[in-house]
């Protein structure tokens, strides 16, 4: 079996305000880096990370000198027009109140579709784990971002969850197994092992 922790980055400026942060490639904060020095991951054979500063600089908090493995479709959602602000700064927008009675279904104004985002996530997602079953590892690591965690979790987890279930705090994540022989014959599947941080 092979073992991956999914773990999303620290927190920055954006997250403690609750902003829509995709595209904007902003650094942790101060607070995100202290929590992240204080955790204690399992060191991975194989560290597989999303191209973005906040994700580069956790798995550089977490794992020191371990060699990154950049997916660029790893990469968060492009919330389009409300990409860095927060729903009271978008309270009255009529596009965000449609978003909002969507249920968070509808594409982002000028940003990705649901749809777009996750199929481009399950791709970098599939490409960390042939690159694990390539090197023959046991324990694999991917340090994203929250919405993508939420896409793996939703399309793959041994038990259904509709995606917002997914979410995890920054720091957090899920510990998973899979079969590498099931999953090159296309029965893909992660065993949830545990979460941690969850909520």
Not at 39 to 66: G, H, N, W
Request: net charge negative; glycine share 10%; charged share 30%.
């Amino acid at each position: 079996m092979l073992e991956l922790w999914l773990i999303r980055h620290g927190m920055t400026e954006g997250n403690r305000f609750g902003r829509y942060i995709g595209t904007t490639d902003e650094p942790l904060c101060e607070e995100g880096r202290q929590f992240l020095e204080k955790m204690d991951y399992p060191m991975p054979e194989a560290l597989y990370v999303s191209p973005m500063r906040r994700c580069m600089e956790t798995a550089q908090i977490l794992f020191p000198d371990k060699r990154i493995h950049i997916i660029e479709e790893l990469a968060e959602c492009d919330f389009g027009d409300f990409e860095n602000r927060n729903y009271k700064e978008l309270s009255g927008n009529p596009d965000y109140q449609a978003w909002i009675d969507s249920g968070g279904t509808l594409p982002f104004p000028g940003g990705e579709s649901r749809e777009e985002f996750r199929k481009r996530s399950l791709r970098g997602f599939q490409k960390a784990v042939a690159g694990c079953i390539r090197q023959g590892v046991s324990r694999g690591a991917v340090v994203v971002h929250g919405g993508t965690i939420m896409n793996i979790m939703e399309e793959y987890a041994d038990t259904y969850r509709p995606f917002y279930e997914w979410h995890v705090k920054n720091g957090g994540g899920y510990q998973v197994k899979l079969d590498p022989k099931l999953w090159q014959k296309d029965r893909r599947q992660l065993v949830v092992c545990r979460a941690f941080l969850e909520g």
